[in-house]
């Protein structure tokens, strides 16, 4: 199994040699540290452990610098689970890119983009009110959701789409391919898009 931590750095294109272009994530990923092995009969799963990015020592707390303690002080701490896979690392081993190659095809997980409280147009595409024909200060409005008489006797039925916040959540998007992966500066070229903006800490496996 494969997996890293990165932030996500900017969108790009690559060209191969016949000139066609594919449009790429560039994913920072420093080397990661591992932090523990899990095994299943001491915590009852099997996973890899590891620790990303950097963080000043005034902000770790000490249960956190007895966890860390010999290696360095971690801004994120990440699991990926290695259920009857034997992942063949140890405690202080790094995990950088080279363990992917190109070619590979990966799932990218990380919170998307926060959009705050929006109406049903831009929260799920509804169409709105007609723009004329009597139509006034109801365009963008949801229209009818249920109420007495209807399929919820009088109530508003669970899952009924609303305003409301949008954005923010947990993205898992699956087979997309290494690009190209640069060992020297510690980033990876990932095609298409991935969750999140700038920034956004990103979890890669295969």
Do not use: C, W
Not at 1 to 19: A, P, R, T, W
Not at 88 to 105: I, P, Q
Not at 134 to 159: D, L, M, N, S, Y
């Amino acid at each position: 199994m494969k997996f890293i931590l990165g932030e996500k750095f900017e969108m790009s294109q690559v060209f191969d040699k016949e000139g066609n272009v594919t449009p790429v994530t560039l994913v920072k990923a420093s080397p990661n540290t591992v932090l523990q092995i899990k095994v299943k009969e001491k915590d009852g799963y099997e996973a890899v452990q590891i620790g990303f990015g950097k963080r000043s020592k005034k902000n770790i707390k000490k249960p956190q610098g007895g966890h860390f303690k010999d290696l360095a002080n971690f801004q994120y701490v990440r699991e990926f689970r290695t259920a009857n896979q034997e992942p063949n690392l140890k405690r202080g081993d790094v995990v950088d890119v080279a363990v992917f190659k190109e070619g590979d095809t990966v799932k990218v997980s990380g919170i998307s983009k926060a959009k705050g409280f929006q109406g049903v147009v831009k929260r799920y595409n509804f169409a709105g009110a007609p723009a004329t024909h009597g139509t006034k200060h109801a365009h963008r409005q949801p229209g009818g959701i249920g109420g007495a008489g209807g399929r919820a006797g009088g109530r508003v039925a669970k899952g009924m789409r609303m305003a409301g916040r949008m954005g923010g959540e947990r993205v898992s998007v699956k087979n997309l391919k290494i690009v190209k992966v640069d060992a020297e500066n510690n980033m990876l070229a990932i095609s298409g898009a991935v969750p999140g903006r700038r920034g956004t800490l990103l979890e890669i496996r295969n």
